[in-house]
Structures are given as C-alpha cells and as structure tokens.
C-alpha cells in the first residue's frame, strides 16, 4: 500500500491565484513527520515546508502553509499568491517513527504550472 | 538551511566505464545519507542507505555489486556506478540527515543526471 498519495499528476493555477496540492498518508505510528519539496527542472530537491504529527498548529512557511488535518490523514500544500517561478514538481514525504529512523518516503509529484 | 554539494551535476560515460558520484555535507556533519534515484516524471526512489564507517543498507532490488557506496567520513558518500549501461542512465540524488535533538532533517544534494552512451 502507498504510504503517501498524491492524486494530483498536474495542476495549473494563474499567477496570484493560491493553489491545494493534496497529500494524503497512511501509517500506524503515532510519531511522524511531513515534509514537502519543490524540485525545479533543474532537478534540485529544496525543502519548503514541515509539519510534525504532535504539531499543534498549522505550519507556515511564508507563502507555504500546510493544511495538516491529522483525522483525515491529509497533509495538503496550500500556495499562496503564486508566482511563475512556483512553476514545478512538489513532492510530499513522511517519515515515520523517532529521530533514530529517518528514511522518508515520497509521493509520486505534483506537476504545478503557473501561468501569467 | 544546511547544504549539501553533489558532484558532478552532470556526467556522460560509455557503456562499460564507471562513474563516481559525491556527496558532500558542507556545514555539518552527518552520520547517514541516502542515495536515490529518479527517473524522468517520477518520484524518487530510495537506493540505498549509507552509513558512517559501515556498510550500506541496500534496497530490495538494488545491486550492491553495480551501485558501490562509500562512507568513509562524516561529511562525504560516494555513489559509485560501476560497468555502466545505457539503463543506468538516471538522475541520482543525495541527501543528508542531520540531527538536531528530537527533530532530524535531510537535505537534499543538487542531483547528478548520468547519461551512459
């Protein structure tokens, strides 16, 4: 079973406009984190944004916030005001258990295209 | 954030030659990186885990023999693509963990795209 689903192949969005990308996870350890990542076609991986499940509240990263609904299992990137440059591969991973196991795993990516 | 240096960017070979691939953890020191491999319009795929000082933990179905990890220091793993074929033509990226107390974070290499002709 996939441990991270993103149903999302593409998505467009104009300029300004905020953008969802939907993240949905499954794991049975009450101790995990969600992290999402741009890649660029240049295919560099850049951290934006990390929730952790006892994380009280929403977390935000300037235009970044992620819409932790930890009933749902859901962990969806909201965009805000998009600019061109957001035009790229967004991917959501988890990682489950304490600091001593960190290996994330990745959805398949979300395709955001921007346009003017 | 932290940076992480991956080295080459890019890299051509023939078919039969090998290929190092570096990466460097330039402002802390970490334990454990992991090298994954993505193919175009797909998500990364977890190869192998590299540890300081011991040998790596290979995913099912990766060859430890083609794909030679090395972890000789607390800042460097190298990914080796030995006898490289066409197929192994891929974009392969680093990442690694740094810990901080309760929390750990991995960040990511630029990616090195191998073309084997």
């Known amino acids: 079973a996939q441990k991270i689903t993103q149903t999302q192949p593409g998505m467009f969005v104009q300029e300004k406009e905020a953008v969802t990308l939907d993240c949905t996870y499954d794991?049975?350890?009450?101790?995990?984190?969600l992290f999402w990542y741009k890649q660029p076609s240049s295919g560099e991986m850049i951290f934006l944004i990390y929730q952790g499940s006892y994380d009280q509240q929403n977390a935000t990263e300037g235009r970044y916030s992620l819409n932790f609904q930890k009933a749902r299992k859901s962990a969806n990137l909201v965009i805000s005001a998009s600019q061109l440059g957001d035009s790229a591969m967004y991917f959501c991973?988890?990682?489950?258990?304490?600091?001593?196991?960190?290996?994330?795993?990745f959805g398949r990516g979300t395709s955001l295209i921007v346009h003017p | 954030g932290a940076v992480v240096s991956q080295h080459p960017s890019w890299v051509i070979c023939k078919s039969g030659t090998s290929v190092k691939i570096e990466c460097r953890s330039l402002?802390?020191?970490?334990?454990?990186m992991f090298w994954y491999r993505q193919f175009p319009k797909q998500s990364l795929m977890l190869m192998a885990t590299?540890?300081?000082?011991?040998?790596?933990?290979?995913e099912q179905g990766v060859e430890k023999d083609k794909f030679l990890i090395n972890h000789a220091s607390l800042t460097l793993s190298t990914l080796t693509v030995t006898s490289a074929h066409p197929e192994d033509s891929s974009f392969y990226i680093c990442s690694a963990r740094r810990d901080t107390g309760l929390n750990t974070e991995a960040f990511f290499g630029q990616g090195t795209r191998l073309t084997v002709v």
């Open positions: 794991t049975s350890d009450p101790s995990y984190g």
């Open positions: 590299s540890n300081e000082g011991s040998k790596a933990t290979y």
């Open positions: 402002d802390f020191q970490a334990t454990t």
């Open positions: 991973a988890m990682r489950e258990g304490k600091g001593g196991s960190y290996i994330p795993t």
